[in-house]
């Protein structure tokens, strides 16, 4: 009699991708948004080709510079926040063994088993590892989910620059009287792109994403645009 049985490939579900590409993202789409309106704002301040391009790399620099001090900072909080945790639940394990086992299958029963049961679990995955169930399952803290200031630093800069590079190119590589139509272009193109992929990795439909974020840089680029009308040299 053949085997009918077969093994189900693992199930990955969209809400697995959210943390990183929200991220990811968000990054980008600040670098490009931010820095293609400076270069924007300083062209219509009839700016040298050379200012605008200064312009340009120092806003990539400086975003992603502060992205990566910003989240480097934030993690750090988190970081030292679940080592306080981890140090005041392993204390409590030390000196009321029997508590932090009812505290945990309290969890589970919670969670649907019934009391001899839960307590059961609870039991055994202490003796296992008793700061890693607790961890996990009543602090939420996990290999997975534990802060990295260091790599989250890195990470949002790395976004913030692959997104800021794509503006800073379009000012190098056009004339110096259509700056602003090429940066625009790009950018948009960029944005709308960002929008599509990130709303269809994360499992949603893409257009309504591509189109807000497209009306928010235009937006963004047509007051900067102003402004530097506004308060720009002229010739």
Same mark, same amino acid.
């Given at each position: 009699?053949?085997?009918n =049985? &077969?093994v189900r490939?693992k199930?990955?579900?969209? =809400? !697995?991708r959210?943390g @990183? ?6 990054g980008?789409? /600040?670098g490009?948004?931010? =820095?293609?309106?400076?270069?924007i704002?300083?062209?219509s301040?009839?700016a =040298? %080709?050379? !200012?605008i391009? #200064?312009?340009g790399?120092? &806003? #990539?620099v400086?975003?992603a510079m &502060?992205?990566a001090a910003?989240?480097?900072?934030s993690v750090?909080?988190q970081? /030292?926040?679940?080592?306080? /945790?981890?140090? +005041?639940e *392993? *204390?409590e394990?030390?000196c009321s @063994? /029997?508590?932090e086992v009812?505290? #945990?299958?309290?969890i589970y029963? %919670?969670?649907g ?6 307590r059961?679990?609870a039991? %055994?995955?202490? *003796? ?6 607790h961890a996990?399952d009543e ?6 989910t534990a802060? $990295?200031?260091? %790599?989250a630093?890195?990470? &949002?800069?790395?976004a913030? !620059?692959s997104?800021a590079?794509?503006p ?10 259509v700056?602003s139509w090429?940066?625009s272009a790009v ?9 599509f992929v990130?709303? $269809?990795?994360g499992?949603a439909?893409? @257009? $309504?994403?591509?189109? +807000?974020?497209?009306?928010w840089g235009i ?6 645009a102003?402004i530097?009308?506004i308060?720009?040299v $002229?010739?």
């Open positions: 009699m053949a085997n =049985t &077969s490939p199930e990955i579900h969209a =809400t !697995s959210l @990183w590409l929200r991220a990811a993202v968000l980008a789409n /600040d490009i948004l931010s =820095t293609s309106s400076l270069i704002g300083v062209a301040a009839n =040298t %080709q050379a !200012s391009l #200064l312009a790399i120092s &806003s #990539l400086a975003g &502060s992205m910003g989240e480097y900072v750090s909080s970081a /030292d926040s679940e080592k306080a /945790d981890l140090a +005041r *392993k *204390k394990l030390g @063994w /029997d508590a009812s505290e #945990l299958a309290g029963r %919670q969670r088993l019934d009391g001899i049961l839960a059961k679990v039991l %055994q995955l202490m *003796k296992h590892d008793a700061l890693g169930a996990r602090l939420g803290i996990s290999e997975a802060a $990295r200031p260091v %790599q630093a890195f990470a &949002s800069a790395g913030f !620059s997104g590079i794509l800073v190119l379009a000012a190098l590589l056009s004339p110096a009287g700056v090429a940066v950018s948009l193109t960029g944005l709308a792109v960002l929008g990130g709303a $269809r990795a499992g439909s893409p @257009w $309504r994403p591509a189109i +807000r974020v497209i009306f937006m963004a680029m047509v007051v900067t102003a530097g009308r308060f720009g $002229r010739a």
